[in-house]
């Protein structure tokens, strides 16, 4: 199995920040990354896949890179309706996801 | 706009099966992977498993002895069992439309509401 893992687990931010999170994978998964956001109560929005591709619909603050083991999520400048929990999810095989990055506010 | 809905009952006693349905409107079943995905109060996302709407199915291997997908294209519906549950598989139970890029298993982008399940007597 391949493990994910994220970092920070969270991390307080202001407004207009620019806030970067990263996940980790155990072994090469190439570009079979992808990002979601959830919020409180509400299912996971996808935000990135392919690592680097912003799903239609998602502001161009954010985005992602990275290939192979190391991959980046990363928030341009954080608006209000940014805080919430992302987590990154590989789909080299069965589909796993990372334990989530909350992002709260400073 | 693809919608999706989950349904079923919110309890279910230990030992028992666990059924959902997931209603897809606004597009076809069709020519699509779709999957089960769960997540536990407070806690991560755990992919339960797949199914292709010619009945094609992947199962997470840790559930894959309690799991069985269907699908019923006239309906636009697919189904999850899950059988002998525990207060461990209570969660908030997701449907989710499975879109691929080359050869990988595929991003969630179009997922229902969900629906909590709770395991208790």
């Known amino acids: 199995d391949i493990q994910m893992t994220q970092s920070p687990s969270s991390l307080s931010a202001s407004v207009g920040d620019r806030v970067t999170i990263t996940c980790r994978s155990s072994?090469?998964?190439?570009?079979?990354l992808n990002w979601y956001q959830q919020t409180p109560g509400k299912a996971p929005k996808l935000l990135i896949y392919a690592a680097s591709t912003l799903q239609s619909g998602v502001p161009s603050r954010f985005s992602g890179s990275g290939s192979g083991t190391d991959f980046t999520l990363t928030i341009s400048s954080l608006q209000p309706e940014d805080f919430a929990t992302y987590y990154c999810?590989?789909?080299?095989?069965?589909?796993?996801f990372g334990p989530g990055t909350k992002v709260d506010m400073k | 706009q693809v919608q999706l809905q989950e349904s079923g009952p919110g309890l279910v006693r230990p030992s028992e099966t666990l059924s959902l349905t997931c209603t897809v409107s606004?597009?076809?079943?069709?020519?699509?992977?779709w999957s089960w995905i769960r997540q536990p109060a407070g806690k991560g996302l755990e992919w339960i498993g797949r199914?292709?709407?010619?009945?094609?199915?992947n199962y997470s291997p840790s559930l894959k002895s309690r799991v069985t997908m269907s699908v019923d294209t006239s309906k636009n519906q697919f189904s999850l069992k899950m059988n002998s549950v525990t207060a461990a598989d209570t969660a908030v139970y997701y449907c989710?439309?499975?879109?691929?890029?080359?050869?990988?298993?595929?991003?969630?982008?179009?997922w229902g509401q969900g629906t909590l399940v709770t395991v208790s007597s």
């Open positions: 606004g597009g076809s079943i069709s020519s699509y992977y």
């Open positions: 999810q590989q789909s080299h095989s069965h589909p796993g």
């Open positions: 072994q090469s998964i190439s570009n079979y």
């Open positions: 989710a439309r499975v879109l691929t890029y080359s050869y990988g298993w595929g991003y969630f982008d179009e």
């Open positions: 199914i292709y709407t010619n009945g094609d199915t």
